[in-house]
């Protein structure tokens, strides 16, 4: 994981190959509302989550639990996935933005109330990913 001293430059065509509100979250750090129909919150099928902007896979299913903030919770990014973070200030306290590394889209939030065995929850705007199911019937844990 790394920390953000610069953001990556936007990819010319994102605009175009993005919703307007995927582009508001990914590219604007904005948030969409929770329990928001269709943002994954709800999935229970295995598989990836990846970057919505560019196609990397950030987060598995094996990670995900129900954190009841009506956002996809994940207790650790996927192996090797190249997620970074940075200081948002946005708020009366700060708190540390979650991004996708490759391309610099806004991902969420991480916070120290998570399950164990990190004790993190990664809260991520379901709008920014996209699920691609498991075809080999992997294991949840």
């Known amino acids: 994981m790394s920390t953000r001293n610069k953001k990556p430059a936007i990819p010319a065509d994102i605009k ?6 995927q582009y508001r979250i990914a590219f604007e750090e904005g948030t969409e509302r929770a329990f928001t129909p269709g943002n994954y919150n709800d999935e229970k099928r295995e598989g990836v989550y990846r970057c919505v902007a560019c196609g990397t896979v950030l987060w598995s299913s094996q990670h995900k639990y129900d954190s009841g903030s009506g956002w996809p919770s994940f207790w650790r990014p996927a ?3 190249p997620i970074g973070t ?20 806004h991902m969420g939030h991480v916070f120290p109330d998570g399950p164990q065995p990190t004790g993190l929850r990664y809260c991520i705007n379901g709008a920014v990913l996209s699920f691609e199911p498991s075809t080999k019937g992997e294991e949840k844990s």
Do not use: F, M, Q
Not at 86 to 100: G, M, N, Q, W
């Open 86 to 105: 940075s200081t948002d200030y946005k708020l009366i306290a700060p708190r540390t933005e979650v991004h996708c590394d490759n391309c610099g889209a």
């Open 16 to 21: 175009s190959r993005l919703t307007p509100e």
């Open 79 to 81: 192996d090797d996935a």
